[in-house]
């Protein structure tokens, strides 16, 4: 990280192309970070090019942006010629997926370390990331945090920080992007939920609660703002060949990251409302969820 970065508390925000001088459109007034004051927001605007895909270029931010799902959907969005703004924790690994973004065409690239937790710093960081893209197409949020459920059965200061992590910084986050986005009658927010969260299971219980409240905050989000011309997608995905999987047993029937990305980056040009993918999720779940609960604490899922 450089000493600018450290300074301002986020990371570059660097354009690949030179930024325009054409003013902000998004209206917002965050505390400008001390490097940014000798380059004002307001002039900073993106121009992504157009790749041909039939629709012009999206202003994305993408929040826990070394997720192997996020990377998947930046891949393809950086193929198009979108312009991303990418958040996550790990410097070395965001300035990687940052600059393969730019070498796969993306219009521009921003971004910044942030560790997502820090709920008291999401206004400023989410106002500095739409200044910098100029307005807001699409958010998908992608940080989580599996946790161990052996620990978490023991101790609930481990139980509350995935509480923290997978429910309370993305209401957090989602709380203002939901205000800025209602308030502009546009834009797609897309929220990495679970399967998890639709019914608790001895094995995963304490993950699959701050799944099962994100997706009723999410759920209850779309409901409040689809009006105002807003998607709200919650996205639950079955269990996927990434990170976060990568102890699990059986691993080898779980579903390929790359074709995941591609049914969700489909599923948010759509606006779709919940998507479950891959799709058999969606009547595997019904099934699980239809199983009396005398039989289902017999199990040993
Ligand atoms: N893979 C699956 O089977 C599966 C299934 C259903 C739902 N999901 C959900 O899909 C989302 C993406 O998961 P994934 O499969 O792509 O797993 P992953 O590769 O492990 O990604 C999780 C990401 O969250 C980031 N993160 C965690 N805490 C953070 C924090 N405090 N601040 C910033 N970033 C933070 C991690 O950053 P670090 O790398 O720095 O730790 C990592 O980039 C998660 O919400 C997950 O719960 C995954």
Same mark, same amino acid.
């Given at each position: 990280?450089? +000493?600018?970065?450290?300074?301002?508390?986020?990371?570059?925000?660097? $354009? @690949?192309? !030179?930024?325009?001088?054409? !003013?902000?459109?998004?209206?917002?007034?965050?505390?400008?970070?001390?490097?940014?004051?000798?380059?004002?927001?307001?002039?900073?605007? *993106?121009?992504?090019?157009?790749?041909?895909?039939?629709?012009?270029?999206?202003?994305?931010?993408?929040?826990?942006?070394?997720?192997?799902?996020?990377?998947?959907?930046?891949?393809? %969005?950086?193929?198009?010629?979108?312009?991303? #703004?990418?958040?996550?924790?790990?410097?070395?690994?965001?300035?990687?997926?940052?600059?393969?973004?730019?070498?796969?065409?993306?219009?521009?690239?921003?971004?910044?370390?942030?560790?997502?937790?820090?709920?008291?710093?999401?206004?400023?960081?989410?106002?500095?990331?739409?200044? %910098?893209?100029?307005?807001?197409?699409? &958010?998908?949020?992608?940080?989580?945090?599996?946790?161990?459920?052996?620990?978490?059965?023991?101790?609930?200061?481990?139980?509350?920080?995935?509480?923290? $992590?997978?429910?309370?910084? !993305?209401?957090?986050?989602?709380?203002?992007?939901?205000? #800025?986005?209602?308030?502009?009658?546009?834009?797609?927010?897309?929220?990495?939920?679970?399967?998890?969260?639709?019914?608790?299971?001895?094995?995963? #219980?304490?993950?699959?609660?701050?799944?099962?409240?994100?997706?009723?905050?999410?759920?209850?989000?779309?409901?409040?703002?689809?009006?105002?011309? *807003?998607? @709200?997608?919650?996205?639950?995905?079955?269990?996927?060949?990434?990170?976060?999987?990568?102890?699990?047993?059986?691993?080898?029937?779980?579903?390929?990251?790359?074709?995941? &990305?591609?049914?969700?980056?489909?599923?948010?040009?759509?606006?779709?409302?919940?998507? #479950?993918?891959?799709?058999? %999720?969606?009547?595997?779940?019904?099934?699980?969820?239809?199983? +009396?609960?005398?039989?289902?604490?017999?199990?040993?899922?």
């Amino acid at each position: 990280m450089n +000493p600018d970065e450290e300074e301002a508390g986020v990371a570059s925000a660097e $354009t @690949v192309g !030179p930024p325009s001088t054409a !003013p902000s459109t998004s209206g917002v007034q965050p505390q400008v970070a001390q490097h940014d004051r000798e380059q004002p927001l307001a002039l900073r605007s *993106v121009e992504a090019g157009t790749r041909g895909s039939g629709h012009p270029p999206r202003k994305i931010l993408v929040l826990g942006a070394t997720s192997g799902i996020a990377e998947a959907c930046i891949r393809l %969005w950086a193929k198009r010629g979108d312009a991303l #703004y990418l958040v996550a924790r790990n410097p070395d690994r965001l300035a990687v997926v940052a600059a393969d973004a730019r070498v796969r065409g993306a219009g521009s690239v921003g971004s910044a370390v942030a560790n997502l937790d820090d709920t008291a710093a999401h206004p400023e960081m989410l106002a500095h990331a739409i200044n %910098w893209l100029g307005g807001l197409d699409v &958010a998908l949020l992608a940080m989580g945090v599996l946790g161990e459920q052996s620990q978490a059965e023991r101790s609930f200061s481990v139980t509350n920080q995935i509480l923290h $992590t997978n429910f309370t910084a !993305p209401v957090s986050l989602l709380t203002w992007l939901a205000n #800025y986005t209602a308030q502009r009658h546009a834009g797609t927010l897309a929220v990495l939920s679970s399967v998890a969260g639709e019914r608790g299971r001895r094995s995963n #219980y304490v993950y699959g609660s701050s799944k099962a409240g994100l997706t009723a905050f999410v759920d209850g989000l779309r409901n409040r703002i689809d009006r105002e011309g *807003v998607r @709200v997608m919650t996205i639950k995905p079955g269990p996927v060949k990434t990170a976060m999987t990568e102890h699990m047993k059986g691993r080898e029937k779980f579903a390929d990251v790359e074709a995941v &990305a591609a049914t969700l980056v489909k599923a948010i040009d759509r606006g779709k409302d919940v998507v #479950y993918v891959p799709g058999i %999720w969606r009547i595997i779940m019904a099934v699980i969820r239809a199983i +009396p609960e005398r039989v289902f604490k017999k199990l040993n899922l």
